[in-house]
């Protein structure tokens, strides 16, 4: 083997050495992705487990009768954008679920469980790569899309609470107001 071959070859040993350290770095940036996502998953199914029941909430006989008509409103206005987020909040948990599953994931999972090396050639390497730099990408969009919508639902859900709280303290206030009310026409 002459001199410039073993330059060639050493050269290439290197560049794909380098390309192989550069696709395990992105893997695992894939895999903390991912986990972020799987938490990000758990959040959103206790926010929309929260939604869900204080969709289903209704007022007590005793809130009813007290409840002052800008809480009750306030109230139901809140309520009804659970109506709009709840399915979004679904929509997130399945594909959450389902993008460990996809195949293109997969095949990626049992690549990087078989020992890799220097043995690929160079363009199976590039095609790797050029995979994992998509599947990041999606990774990097979805997990940034989740933790929006997780906000927007932890927001909707605090704002249910809030307004079912102010009209449950407004209710629950309002007899003995009356009953000051009516006492003082008494003195009167």
Request: proline share 3%.
């Amino acid at each position: 083997m002459s001199l410039s071959e073993e330059r060639h070859e050493s050269s290439e040993l290197e560049i794909v050495a380098a390309r192989c350290q550069d696709m395990e770095s992105r893997w695992k940036a894939i895999l903390g992705l991912e986990a972020s996502i799987d938490t990000l998953r758990i959040s959103m199914e206790s926010v929309r487990t929260e939604m869900e029941a204080s969709m289903r909430r209704m007022l007590t006989a005793e809130e009813k009768l007290n409840a002052l008509a800008a809480d009750v409103v306030q109230w139901n206005k809140a309520k009804s954008r659970v109506h709009y987020a709840l399915p979004k909040a679904s929509e997130f948990i399945h594909r959450a679920v389902w993008a460990k599953g996809a195949p293109e994931r997969k095949r990626l999972d049992e690549f990087f469980k078989n020992p890799i090396g220097p043995h690929l050639p160079l363009s199976q390497i590039d095609q790797v790569l050029e995979e994992l730099e998509i599947l990041r990408k999606d990774r990097q969009v979805f997990a940034t899309l989740g933790a929006a919508l997780y906000q927007e639902c932890k927001g909707i859900s605090a704002d249910v609470q809030g307004a079912l709280r102010r009209l449950q303290s407004n209710a629950a206030a309002r007899p003995a107001r009356k009953r000051g009310a009516t006492g003082a026409k008494g003195k009167l």
